[in-house]
C-alpha cells in the first residue's frame, strides 16, 4: 500500500534559524496536505498542493510539490518560538482517506 | 461555532471492558474519520465514514468498532479485543470523502488501561 515517509523526525533550532521538513511518496499522489499539531494540542490543517512543481507560500512558510509528485517539502524561514510543533504531511491517490507521515517534531530555543 | 466535539477528554479502561468514544460534529460534513495516535507514530486510520449507515475499515480497523446512525455522530467503540488501547484517539471531518478534502480534528480522547 502506500507509504509516506517523513525526515527528520525531530529537529531542534535557535530562533530565527530556518528549518525544513521533507516527505517522500512511495507513489505518485494526486495531492499532498500539510498539517501542523502544537504539543497537547490536534492537526490543524495548513494547506494543500495538487499541481506538479506547485510552491506555495504563508508568510515564512513555503510548501514545495515535486515534479514527480512524489515528495514535498515545508520550509520555515527565521523560525519563531509560537512554530514549535508537530509537521505532519498526508498524501492522497485518489482514494478516500489520506496517508499520514510520522512527523517531524520542531523544537525552537530562544 | 461550528467544530468537532470529542468526549471524554480523559478515559481508562479495565482489563476486558469495551468502551466507547464519542464524536459529535456540527459542520454538517458528510465525511468522519477515526485515527489513532501513538508516540513517534504518526496518525493511523481506524475507521471512516463517506455517509450516514456507512463506514469502511482502515489500516488498524482490529479491536475497534463504529457506527454512523446520524450524519453528525460517529461513536468508536474500543472492544476487549483490541489489546493495546492506550493512546490517543482523534476524530476528523470533512465536507466529502473525495480526495483532496482538508480534515478539521476533534481535540482528542486520551484512553489509559487501569
Redesign the interface.
Known sequence: GQQVMQIPQYQHVQEGEDFTTYCNSSTTLSNIQWYKQRPGGHPVFLIQLVKSGEVKKQKRLTFQFGEAKKNSSLHITATQTTDVGTYFCAGSNSGYALNFGKGTSLLVTP | DGGITQSPKYLFRKEGQNVTLSCEQNLNHD?M?W?RQDP??????IY?S?IVNDF?K??IAEGYSVSREKKESFPLTVTSAQKNPTAFY?CASSIA????Q???????TRLSIL
Do not use: I, T, V
Open positions: 465525511a474519520y485515527y513517534g507514530q504518526g496518525l493511523r486510520l471512516y463517506q469502511q482502515g489500516d482523534l470523502a473525495a480526495s483532496g482538508p480534515q478539521h480534528f476533534g481535540d482528542g
